[in-house]
């Protein structure tokens, strides 16, 4: 068994979270189920980012106490995360006290080591983005180059840390590292990004007079951390860092950290660099995703063009938004989040292709065979093609973050068994009394229904445990599952159908 600890970004509280946040979260979850029905020892953690600029900002502006305010945003990112079946084992806040201790045992133990220095900064700053800039990075002036909005410029006395001292490590790391930052395109980016430009120390503090919502910076009274800094040290906080030497060695170096490709500099060039200061290794893998785009723009609470997943699910259910979200585009691509492509994908691949497939069989085995099926058959031949299609490559699709795939090659097995229904036509046999003919045809088609709900169980898990309650068996959904033939025997108990087909219009 090995372990797979697996990280999301921790979310700014400044407001509820929308589609976006719930696609990290849902892929995330997806590959946690994954690594748990294939035997691995997971931890997931996900939580909130409470501090800043930003959410001050957003506190005074609902007329509320910081904390209160962040205690009650927070809340909904908890409620979002259950209603989507979000299987995390740890919810961090960066307002938790032991990482605010770690936070500043980190900068008491890299400003011993003489790589935290105090200078004069000049340069910009976005609050938005609550990031750093200098004159060369800008390419429109008073712009920022991530989000197009207004600079502040700042020239104040700060607490740097020395990521220049690095650069060259973390070039080498790269080059001997080509899997470390996926997918490709994004490593790509980063190696562009640091052949062109220098890297230049990082800002980590800012003036409490100024910006006084944050962890106190622990060498100075004056001055509290940056909350990139803060918010990156969330992942081995959480872990145990500092205080629990046994449990943070067993699960560090994270295996893969999930982020959009909107924080893959704070992610792919401070983050390991603060790493290697520690001494300690970079994680694994860091896996930037798309943008889910609303036209041209990206869905930003800032610009107000956001879905509300809570919305969506009353009216379309958690399952089919978790199915959408993950089968549209492959993780890494953008996508563009258009209602009628979502009721579309829902009603073909949902409604038709597997709602059918699955309502249609449980209604013939309770019409023919009264629901209960005792003697297992041999796999039909019309299946195997599909079916070794998917055995081969489901695992490779899951383990190279290709969910999208794997949820073809799933459904191709699935249009299978729809066209040996058809073909069969099991009408016929019931009229001409071919029982055992139709034993083996419920039952085949019972055993393959069972053994796509364990692949799809990552995926949409409500479902899958669905199928597994109605087809009246209790095993666990795990991979050993997956051989053929080893249910004994089926109850039906048949439900409504799983997806109703959704009115267009
Ligand atoms: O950046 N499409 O928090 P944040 C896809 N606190 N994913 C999206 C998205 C979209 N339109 N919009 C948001 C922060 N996301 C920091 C992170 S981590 C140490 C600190 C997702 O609330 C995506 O994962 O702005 C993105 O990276 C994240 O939300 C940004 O969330």
Redesign the pocket.
Known sequence: MSKFYVT?????VNANP????A??NIICDCISRYKRIKGDEVFFLTGT?EHGEKIKKAADEAGEDVKAFVDRVGQNFKKLWERLNISYDFFIRTTDVFHIKAVQEVIKALYEKGDIYKTTYHGFYCTPC?SFWTDTQIKEAGICPLCGRELEKLEEENYFFRLSKYEDWLKDYLKKNPDFIRPKIRYNEVKGFLETQKLSDLCISRPKRRVSWGIDFPIDDNYAVYV?FD??I??ISAVGFAVEGKRFNKLWPADIH??????LR??AVFWPIMLHALGLEPPRIIFA?????MGED???KSKGNIVDPLVLIGEIGVDALRYFLLREIPVGLDGNFSRSVLLHRINSDLANDLGNLVYRTLNMAEKYLEGKITESSPMPEEFKKAFKGLEKNYISCMDKVEFSSALEEIFKFIGAMNKYIEDTKPWILWKEKKIDCLKAFIYSLLEGIRIVSIYLSPFIPETAASIYRQLGIEKELNLNGIKWGISKEFNIKKEKPLFPRIDVD
Do not use: C, Q, R
């Open positions: 999301t970004p921790i979310y700014y929308h589609v976006g946040h696609y990290t980012d609550e990139w918010a990156l969330n992942y999930f982020i959009g490709k909107d924080i704070h992610h995703h798309g943008w889910w785009k990206k869905m930003s």
